[in-house]
């Protein structure tokens, strides 16, 4: 089995900094792409950032300059460094990746999300 656990969310003011991390265990093969996304209150779960094993990214336009994704695939974990936060920003945030794991002795691929976090940007 295969678990997606994330941490680092909680309130903050405007213009405050939060760092994400989303680390995937289990009897895992390799862990690609990784990325997040975020559904603020009353709307549909948006793409935030997404990272592949060789580094590239890409971002949401409402967040590019602001947030960071990084990731360190020795510990199969996601980062997301986010600045300057904004009232809109306020979302739960949820990890996402596509994981291949091994069952038994042969390999098996899923997508997968965390529990998601709660991010509150406020004063």
């Known amino acids: 089995q295969v678990q997606l656990v994330e941490s680092g969310g909680g309130l903050v003011q405007p213009g405050g900094s939060l760092r994400l991390s989303c680390t995937a265990s289990?009897?895992?093969?390799?862990?690609?792409?990784m990325g997040w996304y975020r559904q603020p209150p009353g709307k549909q779960r948006e793409l935030v950032a997404v990272?592949?094993?060789?580094?590239?990214?890409n971002y949401a336009d409402s967040v590019k300059g602001r947030f960071t994704i990084s990731r360190d695939n020795a510990k199969n974990t996601v980062y997301l460094q986010m600045n300057s936060l904004k009232p809109e920003d306020t979302a739960v945030y949820y990890c996402n990746a596509q994981v291949t794991w091994y069952r038994g002795t042969e390999r098996s691929s899923g997508n997968y999300w965390g529990q998601g976090t709660q991010v509150t940007v406020s004063s």
């Open positions: 990272i592949i094993s060789g580094g590239s990214t």
């Open positions: 289990g009897r895992i093969f390799s862990v690609n792409p």
